[in-house]
């Protein structure tokens, strides 16, 4: 889980991370958003982005629990991954501020004849990579969205 602080309200922050607009113009990581399918509640979208360098299309469904939580699967993820599900989240501190949250559960893909150790570094640094990318995400998200607390 990664967590940023931030004098944002929370719902208007899911109400960013929901929309296909506010990716594009708050992470310059995002090459392309295409919302194919989207009712308030669930969300069909496609997803262009810049991982390390390589531009990855991802599908992605999500769903809007509440105002303050959207959770994702990806149906075909990352081709280094089988499995990517994920959260974001947002709630609202005792002292004005809001505490973003975005968790992660990933499961990368084993190299044929892969020895154990050699996996596990590999997915030790994939995780690092993404932890760092997503505190990216919600500084930038942060930054740009922040009224006074």
Not at 58 to 75: A, K
Not at 98 to 111: E, P, Y
């Amino acid at each position: 889980m990664v967590v940023q602080s931030a004098c944002i309200e929370p719902t208007a922050f899911i109400t960013a991370i929901w929309s296909g607009e506010e990716w594009k113009t708050s992470w310059d990581q995002i090459l392309d958003v295409i919302i194919d399918y989207d009712d308030g509640e669930h969300q069909a979208l496609r997803l262009k982005i810049n991982w390390q360098g390589e531009p990855v299309d991802l599908s992605v469904m999500r769903f809007r629990n509440s105002p303050t939580q959207v959770e994702f699967f990806c149906p075909c993820p990352p081709k280094e991954l089988n499995r990517q599900v994920g959260t974001w989240s947002a709630e609202t501190q005792a002292d004005g501020n809001s505490i973003l949250k975005a968790t992660r559960n990933i499961v990368l893909a084993r190299k044929w004849s892969e020895a154990d150790v050699a996996y596990r570094y590999r997915s030790e640094r994939y995780c690092e990579i993404l932890r760092e990318r997503l505190r990216l995400i919600l500084l930038s998200f942060s930054i740009r969205m922040q009224r006074p607390c």
